[in-house]
């Protein structure tokens, strides 16, 4: 039974999940399971998936719902401790990625998970970088170019965001992830709830993946618009949604 279990959602994602797995596959920690919950990819994604020792469940597109992937995916995972959950355009910064993040549990008490920053990948828009990056260059002027952790005990915008997060496979056990929130919100709604009860969460520099959505000025401002809108409950749209359009899907 591995400590941890890995769980990446896919649709069409050929482009980088070959780089993203091989990035797993390279860290320092060693002790995990990887488990692919694919909704009907018509590309080379599960080809180039099937090259790694992955576990790959598929359901079909007309079942998908960001939250109802995730928890097919954790369900049918052997998971003894921990839960990674991370986009299959997320390319981890470094080896020791999931060995930095999983070592804050060790440091402090009461985390429900860790999350990380995000940077833009090298081939992605001047928006994305402008978005992605300035914060980070102005975190590091100020820190000295000293990693930063912060610790987080209230809900906003993006936190415990599963572009890339861990959390606690025991506190998923008593709460699944809230199927309701269908087209996308479940991780700062499950977040919500745990910091209701006391928890927090961690937000660590050195967790960072490199991740992108590709957007122009406007759709960056529609797709801030779109998150601010998953603070409630609404389902997901199959007959309107464009995984190759929308940057949604993360």
């Known amino acids: 039974m591995p400590e941890t279990s890995i769980i990446i959602r896919t649709r069409n994602e050929e482009k980088w999940i070959g780089i993203v797995l091989e990035k797993i596959f390279n860290q320092t920690y060693k002790n995990f399971e990887v488990i692919l919950v694919d909704s009907g990819s018509n590309d080379k994604t599960l080809e180039i998936a099937k090259k790694f020792p992955t576990k790959i469940l ?32 997320s390319a981890p910064i470094s080896d020791t ?14 985390i ?14 001047i928006w994305d970088k402008i978005f992605m990056n300035w914060r980070g260059a102005i975190r590091r002027l100020i820190n000295r170019g000293n990693s930063v952790r912060i610790l987080i005990n209230s809900a906003k915008l ?3 965001g599963f572009t890339n997060a861990i959390i606690l496979k025991e506190l998923w056990d008593k709460r699944n992830f809230n199927e309701n929130y269908g087209a996308g919100g479940e991780d700062g709604e499950w977040a919500s709830f745990w910091f209701g009860r006391g928890y927090e969460a961690i937000k660590d520099e050195k967790f960072t993946v490199l991740h992108s959505h590709n957007l122009n000025l406007i759709g960056w401002l529609r797709q801030i618009r779109y998150w601010k809108s998953t603070g409630i409950p ?17």
Do not use: C, T
Request: hydrophobic share 40%; proline share 4%; glycine share 6%.
């Open 58 to 89: 598929e359901i079909p597109f007309k079942d998908f719902s960001f939250p109802y992937a995730l928890n097919f995916g954790i369900k049918n995972s052997s998971a003894a401790k921990y839960v990674v959950i991370i986009s299959a355009h």
């Open 97 to 110: 990625w999931l060995e930095d993040g999983l070592n804050n549990f060790k440091k402090y008490d009461k």
């Open 112 to 125: 429900m998970g860790v999350y990380g920053f995000l940077k833009a990948l090298p081939d992605s828009s």
């Open 158 to 160: 993006g936190v415990m």
């Open 234 to 250: 609404k389902q997901f749209n199959h007959k309107n949604f464009s995984f190759r359009k929308s940057k949604m899907f993360e």
